[in-house]
């Protein structure tokens, strides 16, 4: 039979006014569709969240999608995955705080909270020779995580820099003195 679209050839096709005129044939059957109202889809975009960034900081292939609202017509694509990196969410660094990347997770006294390494002198009769007054925009030096490695540095720390440090963490290098500063 004729009753399927995959049997219908359609000759004509015609109408601005967003109603369709169709013409065809099916066999030796003329056909003729009399009316078919098309419908316009509004243009939406995609909207949804990634997962939270853990300790683990992930990649972008780890962090999964959830859509809440799904593309429509003419919409924005959903976002593409980003890498989590220090201070999104939980992440903070791949060493998980042991200090190996310049990040470290102090508890006890000092709280349950995590510092980014950014600024080190190594023992001497010397003070820092940043002149910013902590405003994180002094770079010298380069920069050596590693708590074995006795080396000057500064690295940009400023809120354009990603880290936007609001408290700040002066301590001795056997961590046995420490004091916090807004």
Same mark, same amino acid.
């Given at each position: 039979?004729?009753?399927?679209?995959?049997?219908?050839?359609?000759?004509?096709?015609?109408?601005?006014?967003?109603?369709?005129?169709?013409?065809?044939?099916?066999?030796?059957?003329?056909?003729?569709?009399?009316? $078919?109202?098309?419908?316009?889809?509004?243009?939406?975009?995609?909207?949804?969240?990634?997962?939270?960034? *853990?300790?683990?900081?992930? *990649?972008?292939?780890?962090?999964?999608? *959830?859509?809440? $609202?799904?593309?429509?017509?003419?919409?924005?694509?959903?976002?593409?995955?980003?890498? =989590?990196?220090?201070?999104?969410?939980? =992440?903070?660094?791949?060493?998980?705080?042991?200090?190996?990347?310049? $990040?470290?997770?102090?508890?006890?006294?000092?709280?349950?909270?995590?510092?980014?390494?950014?600024?080190?002198?190594?023992?001497?009769?010397?003070?820092?020779?940043? *002149?910013?007054?902590?405003?994180?925009?002094?770079?010298?030096?380069?920069?050596?995580?590693?708590?074995? $490695?006795?080396?000057?540095?500064?690295?940009?720390?400023?809120?354009?820099?990603?880290?936007?440090?609001?408290?700040?963490?002066?301590?001795?290098?056997?961590?046995?003195?420490?004091?916090?500063?807004?």
């Amino acid at each position: 039979g004729c009753g399927t679209n995959h049997q219908l050839g359609i000759i004509g096709l015609y109408g601005s006014d967003g109603v369709a005129h169709a013409t065809g044939s099916c066999g030796d059957q003329n056909i003729r569709v009399k009316e $078919v109202r098309f419908e316009q889809l509004a243009d939406r975009d995609c909207r949804g969240y990634y997962s939270a960034c *853990t300790r683990a900081c992930e *990649t972008a292939g780890q962090r999964t999608f *959830t859509q809440t $609202v799904p593309r429509q017509a003419n919409g924005a694509a959903c976002p593409a995955a980003a890498n =989590c990196s220090f201070g999104d969410g939980q =992440c903070i660094g791949p060493g998980g705080g042991d200090g190996t990347d310049g $990040v470290y997770l102090f508890g006890g006294a000092i709280g349950n909270d995590v510092w980014k390494l950014v600024r080190r002198q190594p023992p001497s009769d010397r003070w820092h020779a940043a *002149t910013d007054n902590l405003a994180g925009t002094a770079v010298y030096g380069t920069y050596h995580p590693s708590d074995a $490695v006795a080396a000057s540095f500064s690295i940009k720390f400023d809120a354009s820099s990603g880290l936007g440090c609001d408290q700040f963490l002066f301590m001795s290098g056997d961590r046995a003195k420490w004091l916090v500063a807004t």
